[in-house]
């Protein structure tokens, strides 16, 4: 048989092999969507002679690109997997404007503006036009209306309804400041990456030359400029293939549209239409309870997941007193399900799955104090931190001297003795000559431009410094390699700027871990910069095809090489720099948005109370219920649902989440289990992994002092795994006592 079919179940088969021109592959968490996209990709390359470079696959997040690319090697090999483009919406975007956005007038060269750089340019522009919006609310309210309008001019030049609120104009101008900012530092937000894109794309459809196929996974996440881009990008070939899952769509309050599975029908009659249904992730205990969640959502449709394996062990939901206490007992669990699975278990293999970023703090307190390796996803990035971000915002500045937002952030750092209100006016002085920071910096040092209050000499001077700092930067880096480009400049700049000791000043307290990150940074240089940006799932810029008739932009390989390395890290915000963490078994805390589409064999999710989840600020009550369907639906042998009895921030009593009523408890166990023999042979069976032996097992058992190895739990030692039959409770509301048979759901 054939290889790339090998171990898949008939309706995937039928999905790889389909030849329907587009298809739709709809089907619960855990059915192999993924997998199953991942073979048709191979399968078309093998079977209908595509050429790779005619194939674009698009993922949710880089994660789940650079999975899929392993994957794919082993199925094509590397010559082939590496010339796919494959990727997010976002680095597909990107690389078309690259190449041809000089066609709609993108300048040469631009940058893209991740969040911090929006959220300064608009504190700057909000401050300036002197109107009362807040800063974060404008900029979310902003990409709405972004993701919403094909384009941003139009909505721009839609003139403003009659009766426009004083707060829809005040609004209007903003964005419009905005866009004029981020045009004046040759930067495109995402944002603009999909609607300029698009633009282009609907320009000069040419541009997309001769794809064959489209493939997108979590289609049901899709907003509307993404929809559009699908059928930019599908051209004349028409071929498209997507997997979705509408129980999974959690990115609404994102403006993800729902109704794009129903649209895309509407726009190729011809959709066939494919479902899997059985699950091959987790144990039929957890997709009980998964099932019970999402099922009361009345409005869908009745889909029941399908389970492959065993039943497995029941999930735990477990109250306890306080957050700390939530915390302690999280990492404790943890320190005893791995003594007690022996070697079938590594920290890779526990997942921590939150709702707000907040609630990672005191998880992350109590795996630092216990001393458990983690790593945390979706939240503070590596690049991110206050000294590697001033060495990527020098070297923005050299790739793009233009780009204000980077260019303010190192004016100053370190200290050229220029103030706040000093680069204020150096800005306002761009704003109103409608030209960049930079060229007012050099002006002003050639004497060619006054302020209203001089900068003292040696600040003056420090400028003229900077300036040259660049300019030699910009000559020099044209003598090395383009693939080492980045690492000279980095080099470059950490020798101009006396870095080292520049930190050991700034941070006397923690001027070595500073340094240790510059180091890995430099490490990483390289390998962010080429193969590496391949290897991350991102972008290789030569993988486009050449277009007959029709010219790519032509720039500097020094020039392009950096810019890459710039697109890859900003692009990467869920990608972690240091390899060692990658290879370190680390525990993982992730939000739950950024869980999507994974899966772990034992998965955490605190905080299960109302106002947590349900969001007490979610708009989309529904939306919330589908998350948490798709934080349980990550785990594969063992779940894990707490909620303490009060909230560490306001200390005020929590209720349990409204997701998980009463009739649902019986399919969970309150308290924690006693791992007897038949929980660890369960989780071997769903893992397919060979259970520990006895010996690895009472070794296990020996690191553990006794109070933690019997655990304060009630599971019947015989390991029939049986949950308890009586929950005692006490009603929050009415503070009464309750006594619940939880086989019959009767109270007494
Ligand atoms: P989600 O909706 O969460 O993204 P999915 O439908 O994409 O889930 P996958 O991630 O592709 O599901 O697959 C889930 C797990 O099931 C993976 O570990 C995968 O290897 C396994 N799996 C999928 N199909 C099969 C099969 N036919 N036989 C054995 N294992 C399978
Ligand atoms: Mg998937």
């Known amino acids: 048989m054939d290889a790339i079919l090998k171990g898949l179940n008939a309706a995937q088969s039928a999905a790889v092999t389909s030849t329907a021109p587009v298809l739709q592959v709809l089907a619960p968490p855990g059915s192999g969507k993924t997998k199953t996209l991942t073979a048709r990709v191979a399968y078309l390359l093998a079977h209908h002679g595509y050429q790779p470079?005619?194939?674009?696959?698009?993922?949710?997040?880089?994660?789940?690109?650079?999975?899929?690319?392993?994957r794919l090697k082993s199925l094509i090999g590397e010559r082939l997997e590496s010339k796919l483009l494959l990727g997010t919406f976002h680095s597909i975007c990107r690389r078309y404007l690259a190449n041809y956005g000089y066609l709609i007038g993108i300048p040469k060269g631009f940058q893209i503006a991740d969040s911090s750089d929006s959220l300064a340019i608009l504190t700057r522009v909000i401050k300036r036009l002197n109107v009362s919006l807040e800063p974060r609310s404008t900029r979310t309210r902003i990409s709405r209306c972004k993701a919403k309008a094909q384009n941003v001019d139009e909505h721009l030049q839609q003139p403003p309804r009659k009766k426009a609120s004083a707060d829809e104009q005040e609004f209007l101008q903003v964005y419009e400041e905005y866009q004029n900012a981020l045009a004046a530092s040759n930067l495109l937000d995402y944002d603009d990456l999909l609607i300029r894109c698009a633009d282009l794309l609907r320009a000069r459809p040419e541009c997309v030359g001769n794809v064959e196929a489209v493939l997108i996974d979590e289609f049901q996440d899709t907003n509307t400029v993404q929809l559009e881009l699908m059928k930019l990008l599908a051209g004349k070939n028409r071929r498209v293939t997507i997997v979705g899952d509408p129980d999974q769509s959690i990115y609404g309050f994102r403006s993800a549209e729902i109704q794009n599975l129903t649209r895309m029908q509407r726009y190729y009659p011809d959709t066939s239409v494919i479902h899997l249904e059985e699950n091959y992730r987790s144990s039929a205990a957890v997709l009980c309870c998964a099932q019970e969640v999402i099922e009361q959502d009345t409005v869908r449709p009745n889909k029941r997941l399908k389970a492959t394996h065993c039943y497995g062990t029941f999930p735990v939901l477990r109250r306890l007193p306080s957050a700390h206490d939530e915390a302690k007992w999280i990492v404790a669990e943890i320190k005893r399900m791995k003594a007690m699975t022996g070697n079938l278990t590594t920290f890779s293999d526990y997942a921590i799955l939150i709702r707000s970023a907040h609630l990672s703090l005191l998880i992350e307190n109590a795996l630092g104090k216990a001393g458990m390796p983690y790593r945390m996803v979706g939240g503070y990035r590596f690049f991110d931190r206050d000294e590697i971000r001033t060495l990527l915002d020098y070297l923005r500045t050299i790739s793009q001297p233009n780009n204000n937002a980077a260019l303010s952030a190192i004016i100053n750092v370190p200290s050229r003795k220029i103030g706040e209100e000093s680069l204020k006016e150096l800005l306002r002085l761009a704003d109103e000559s409608g030209t960049s920071l930079w060229s007012v910096i050099q002006k002003y040092t050639q004497g060619d431009l006054t302020m209203k209050k001089k900068l003292s000499r040696p600040a003056e001077q420090n400028l003229c410094k900077l300036i040259a700092l660049v300019k030699e930067a910009k000559k020099r880096m044209v003598n090395v390699t383009a693939e080492s480009t980045a690492k000279f400049l980095l080099e470059f700049c950490l020798n101009k700027l006396s870095y080292k000791e520049y930190l050991q000043g700034k941070h006397a307290g923690d001027h070595e871990n500073r340094w240790a990150n510059v180091e890995e940074l430099l490490n990483q240089a390289n390998d962010i910069a080429e193969s590496g940006s391949n290897r991350n799932g991102v972008d290789s810029e030569e993988s486009l095809p050449e277009i007959e008739g029709l010219d790519k932009q032509q720039s500097d390989s020094n020039d392009e090489a950096l810019a890459t390395f710039l697109a890859n890290i900003t692009l990467s915000s869920d990608l972690q720099a240091t390899e060692d963490n990658q290879e370190q078994e680390c525990i993982?805390?992730?939000?739950?948005?950024?869980?999507?589409?994974?899966?772990?064999?034992?998965?955490?999710?605190?905080?299960?109370?109302?106002?947590?989840?349900?969001?007490?600020?979610?708009?989309?009550?529904?939306?919330?219920?589908?998350?948490?369907?798709?934080?349980?639906t990550r785990a594969q042998a063992l779940l894990y649902l707490t909620c303490p009895l009060r909230q560490s921030r306001s200390d005020t009593e929590t209720t349990l989440s409204s997701f998980l009523p009463l009739k649902l408890h019986r399919h969970f166990v309150q308290i924690g289990p006693v791992v007897t023999d038949k929980v660890v042979r369960d989780i071997a069976l769903i893992l397919r992994r060979?259970?520990?032996?006895?010996?690895?097992?009472?070794?296990?058992?020996?690191?553990?002092?006794?109070?933690?190895?019997?655990?304060?739990?009630?599971?019947?030692?015989?390991?029939?795994?049986?949950?308890?039959?009586?929950w005692d409770f006490e009603d929050e509301a009415t503070s009464t006592r309750h006594k619940v048979d939880l086989n019959t759901d009767r109270q007494h």
Not at 591 to 612: C, D, N, Q
Not at 702 to 719: C, F, M, T
């Open 53 to 70: 470079w005619n194939v674009i696959c698009c993922t949710f997040t880089i994660k789940a690109s650079r999975e899929m690319r392993t």
């Open 690 to 726: 060979s259970p520990p032996s006895e010996e690895e097992l009472l070794k296990g058992l020996k690191s553990l002092s006794e109070r933690e190895s019997s655990g304060d739990n009630l599971w019947p030692a015989d390991g029939s795994a049986k949950p308890k039959q009586w």
């Open 588 to 632: 993982t805390i992730s939000t739950i948005h950024s869980a999507k589409g994974l899966e772990w064999p034992i998965v955490f999710i605190p905080a299960v109370y109302e106002g947590s989840i349900p969001h007490s600020r979610a708009e989309d009550t529904d939306e919330e219920r589908r998350l948490l369907y798709v934080a349980m």
